[in-house]
């Protein structure tokens, strides 16, 4: 049982490897592979918002803190799960979840997280950002699992987006109405 090095992407000397081992699952290599990367900036930049939502949930500030604090804890804990979710579906694959900060700050679709605000508005609307962008690459990945014929990752990423697309629901609503 011989495992192998790939880069999860071929236009940068200094990206970071995926070390593949052998496995019995049905899925040919070279779309394993692929899968892999996606999974794996998916991972980043998941793993990048939940810390953003953390950030959000320490510093809230404003009549509706307790609630806000709330919320982005919630928020949190559930990305939590779906770090897991991702690095366990990488991990079946075959391949080697790319998971510390690090490297999800490197790989992240997301920009930085703006540490002047405080205002509970001003944070749903950074939020609100983000879980945008994070949706629509979990579409992307969906449709991409998809192409590859990868129905379980496929179904994955649509678990998720339908939990992101509730949260930015959310926060949304926070922004609507009497304003």
Not at 35 to 45: D, P, R, S, Y
Not at 92 to 98: D, S, Y
Request: glycine share 4%; hydrophobic share 40%.
């Amino acid at each position: 049982m011989q495992a192998f090095v790939t880069n999860t992407q071929t236009d940068s000397a200094d990206c970071p490897k995926i070390r593949f081992h052998h496995t019995r699952i049905d899925i040919a290599e070279e779309t394993r592979r692929q899968v892999a990367e996606v999974l794996n900036e998916t991972l980043a930049t998941t793993l990048d918002l939940k810390t953003q939502v953390k950030q959000a949930h320490w510093t809230v500030k404003g009549m509706d803190f307790f609630q806000l604090h709330e919320l982005f804890d919630e928020m949190a804990s559930q990305l939590e799960k779906y770090i897991d979710m991702l690095a366990e579906r990488m991990t079946a694959l075959g391949g080697t979840p790319l998971g510390t900060a690090r490297m999800a700050a490197q790989e992240s679709i997301l920009p930085e997280y703006p540490l002047d605000i405080i205002d509970g508005k001003d944070h749903i609307t950074a939020l609100a950002d983000r879980f945008a962008a994070y949706a629509k690459l979990l579409r992307e990945g969906a449709d991409r699992a998809e192409e590859l014929h990868d129905m379980d990752t496929n179904d994955l990423y649509i678990e998720v987006s339908r939990t992101i697309d509730k949260y930015l629901w959310f926060l949304e609503a926070h922004l609507q109405g009497n304003s």
